[in-house]
């Protein structure tokens, strides 16, 4: 069965930082572009970042957010530097359905999901 499981989320205040993980579990990734997304409140998922050999990031990110990935350990990073209120949400991995290097930003093109760990940044 496969897993992906979220961890590191937290309450911090703007201008701090916070490093989420996700762990993957059930087969491997290393081949699948793996993203992360996030839902704030009485809002659509919106894309965050995904990464295969390279990387893309939304644009309300990029310059503070870098992803990353372990696939010797299936695990997949956002660090998440001088962070805003506007970024207070639920961050969710997934991980792609086709393998290869299309780096999307549509949700539909992810077939497992995490559970989601929440963010909030206090202003």
């Known amino acids: 069965q496969v897993q992906l499981v979220e961890s590191g989320g937290g309450l911090v205040q703007a201008g701090g930082s916070l490093r989420l993980s996700c762990a993957a579990s059930?087969?491997?990734?290393?081949?699948?572009?793996m993203g992360w997304f996030r839902q704030a409140p009485g809002k659509e998922r919106e894309f965050v970042a995904v990464?295969?050999?390279?990387?893309r990031y939304a644009d309300s990110v990029r310059g503070r957010f870098a992803i990353s990935r372990d696939n010797a350990k299936n695990t997949l990073y956002l660090q998440m530097n001088s962070l805003k209120p506007e970024d207070t949400a639920i961050y969710y991995c997934?991980?792609?359905?086709?393998?290869?290097?299309?780096?999307?930003?549509?949700?539909?093109?992810?077939?497992?999901w995490g559970q989601g760990t929440q963010v909030t940044v206090s202003s």
């Open positions: 997934a991980a792609g359905r086709l393998a290869g290097y299309r780096l999307s930003d549509q949700p539909r093109e992810y077939d497992y």
């Open positions: 059930g087969r491997s990734f290393s081949n699948y572009p």
């Open positions: 990464i295969n050999l390279l990387a």
